[in-house]
């Protein structure tokens, strides 16, 4: 499964798709220029139990270390993500 990213100025997403269908997307928003706010995330029955949102969640991870930017988890899903996976503390 690979998670891929786009951006269109203040709004971005990571996502998974197969053969040109959307299969998973977890939606983020600048706040200023050093944080993003994940406000989103959606899978597929097709996906479900399969951990594509903790993908997409690490994926934003590495991308917010990489920027040197922090995030905001406003979605349930992704603020449950990082609760229980302590090494994602570093970016909130």
Not at 30 to 42: L, S, V
Not at 44 to 70: H, N, T
């Amino acid at each position: 499964m690979e998670v891929k990213q786009k951006e269109n100025g203040e709004r971005g997403q990571f996502f998974i798709e197969k053969e040109g269908v959307l299969l998973a997307k977890m939606t983020y928003v600048w706040a200023g220029k050093d944080r993003i706010i994940i406000d989103h995330t959606e899978v597929d029955e097709a996906l479900k139990g399969m951990g594509a949102g903790k993908q997409m969640v690490s994926k934003a991870v590495d991308f917010a270390r990489e920027k040197g930017i922090k995030i905001i988890p406003l979605c349930p899903f992704a603020r449950s993500v990082f609760d229980k996976v302590k090494e994602f503390s570093d970016v909130l």
